[in-house]
């Protein structure tokens, strides 16, 4: 029997390396999503004291 080759391998982890830095990708995004969104709202309700997730009361 031959041995199998194992230059699949990192083939493999290459694209879950690539899986893993969008996925990190899309939580950084959606946390500037509700970072810029409550400051929006802050705003709006004259409480803007420069901490994006204080909650609006």
């Known amino acids: 029997m031959e041995k199998m080759k194992t ?3 990192s083939g493999e982890m290459t694209v879950y390396t690539v899986l893993m ?3 990190a990708l ?3 995004a959606g946390v ?3 970072w810029t ?3 929006a709202q802050l ?3 004259g409480q803007n ?3 994006p997730f204080t ?3």
């Open 43 to 45: 705003d709006a309700a």
């Open 21 to 23: 830095i969008v996925a």
């Open 26 to 28: 899309v939580l950084v």
């Open 7 to 9: 230059a699949n391998r």
């Open 37 to 39: 969104a409550n400051l």
């Open 32 to 34: 500037g999503v509700v």
């Open 49 to 51: 004291d420069g901490m």
């Open 55 to 57: 909650v609006v009361r």
